[in-house]
């Protein structure tokens, strides 16, 4: 750069001294044209660098002064050097003011662009950087999945994170409208899950619901891997709000699954009986809120008679074994067209579809007056039942109390019999 700038200097020097008349004619036109080049250079290093001039001048101007005096001074020294004669000397030293402050402002503006080079390659360093710190993270949260990748939606591509066994059915590459992986267990989604499945797997029904939220998730049964979690979890996003790029993940869950459907039984479950439990009844009932009873549905009420002389005279073995016999009971006679439920003490209730309510009552009669066990010898039931048929504007719980009215009927008609002391079968509470 400093060549290129005494380049100027030396040839007008070489042309002063040896082709006299030349440097004279040209003497005028590059006079003006050192002064025009001196204002476009002034002009455009105001203009591309003004805020920096505003910001900095104060503590730049002494350095200009003696920059601007150096510049004139050399020109001055190298024309006295030359024996250059006064007048010209003049103007070489304007002009070598001129060149040094181009060469100058060509150097900074040099340095301007390769300082903001090196500026964009830090930036793009970081990024990277950044880029791969995301992508160690990526991968470590992976591990607990069967399956991770990153959707990038503006380019419409997905990078497999974590892919256990199947890399080559859902290898990385373009999207058309789901998730390759999606694509490739759709066939094997159960039935009863495949529409809400294809609904979740809908990239665009999903960028939608993601909107408003960090992340979704829906669990799925596959037939041939169990139950498995899916999850859309937003990373990043374009400045109107909407999702620029997601993870994909799928964790297999089944096992967890089936853990919760076993607690869910135990709770459902009377432990002496093996029965389902009031909450059983309750949540198999909820289902006729939302439709309607079958014709023959049918709803039954049975108490133990003499449970608490059994337990009071014999003890709890004895009352345990009158409770056990009334399920095994109920489950002969009602188990092959309903459902047996234990829901209290000495209380329990089934559910039947059967035109023939009568003819049951009549068979659990004779079943358990066939009974005999090792503490007792007779197993006595009050029986009620309530069918649809009969009260087709009574809901289930409606039923219930018709049932129950029935069985209770029947319980006094067994304490009132004669020879039965009815404050020895009576709970403590009454």
Known sequence: MRRASSCPLVLGILTSHFLPKVAEALKKPLQWLSIVIFVAMVVLSFSSNIDAFLVSVKYIFIVVLIHNFLALTIGFTVGTIGKVPFRDRRTLTIETGIMVAAGYSLCRLSTSYYRELIEKYRILSDNKRQMNAQMAILESMSEIYEYASLIDLDAMTETAIRDTGAADRHASGKLEGQSRVNAALMPSIAPECREAFEA???????????????????????????????????????????????????????????????????????????????????????????????????????????????????????????????????????????????????????????????????????????????????????????????????????????????????????????????????????
């Open 200 to 430: 979740f797997a809908d990239l665009s029904d999903a960028l939608t619901r993601l909107h408003d939220q960090q992340s979704m998730d829906r669990e799925f049964r596959s037939a041939q891997k169990g139950w498995f979690r899916a999850q859309y979890i937003v990373v990043e996003r374009r400045p109107d709000g909407t999702p620029r790029r997601i993870i994909y993940t799928i964790q297999n869950i089944d096992r967890q699954k089936r853990k919760e459907e076993q607690l869910i039984r135990i709770s459902m479950t009377d432990e002496l009986t093996g029965l389902s439990n009031r909450r059983g009844y309750d949540t198999d009932m909820a289902a006729y809120h939302d439709r309607a009873m079958e014709p023959d549905f049918v709803i039954f009420s049975v108490d133990v008679n003499g449970l608490k002389e059994a337990n009071d005279t014999k003890g709890h073995v004895a009352g345990d074994e009158l409770l056990m016999a009334t399920a095994e009971c109920l489950t002969t006679v009602i188990g092959p067209i309903g459902k047996v439920y234990r829901t209290g003490g000495d209380e329990f209730l089934a559910t039947a579809m059967t035109d023939a309510p009568s003819e049951v009552l009549e068979q659990i009669r004779s079943r358990s007056a066939e009974w005999r066990g090792a503490y007792g010898e007779t197993l006595s039931l009050s029986v009620g039942y309530a069918a649809h048929s009969e009260h087709p504007d009574a809901d289930i719980h409606g039923l219930e109390i018709q049932a129950d009215q029935m069985m209770y009927r029947a319980k006094s008609r067994y304490y009132n019999a004669p020879g039965t002391d009815r404050r020895r079968h009576l709970p403590e509470s009454e």
